[in-house]
């Protein structure tokens, strides 16, 4: 089950590099590409994230992991005959 990406990870790579190297604001940046300034915003955060800058959001990395671990729970709980499970 996968989510399709409104905006291909090539022009989110490019639109964040934009943004870093061109000190420009967020806000141009995004027009001058035609994509959601909001969008553009939470790729920066992410971006910061992802290279330390930030400490108040997960890593990609993290997040992939917390994914994987809640996969994890849900099928144990199905698996969990007559015990209790996990509720999320």
């Known amino acids: 089950m996968s989510t399709q990406k409104r905006y291909p990870e090539e022009l989110r790579e490019r639109?964040?590099?934009?943004?870093?190297?061109?000190?420009?604001?967020?806000?141009?940046?995004?027009?001058?590409l035609g994509v959601g300034p909001e969008s553009l915003r939470s790729w920066v955060r992410q971006a910061e994230a992802d290279t330390g800058e930030r400490a108040d959001r997960l890593t990609s990395g993290e997040r992939?992991?917390?994914?994987?671990?809640?996969?994890?729970?849900?099928?144990?709980s199905r698996n969990n005959i007559g015990g209790v499970g996990w509720v999320m």
Not at 20 to 30: D, K, L, N, T, Y
Not at 64 to 70: N, P, T
């Open 15 to 32: 639109a964040v590099r934009l943004v870093f190297e061109s000190g420009r604001p967020i806000a141009q940046v995004a027009k001058d």
């Open 64 to 76: 992939e992991e917390l994914k994987h671990l809640r996969g994890e729970i849900k099928e144990a």
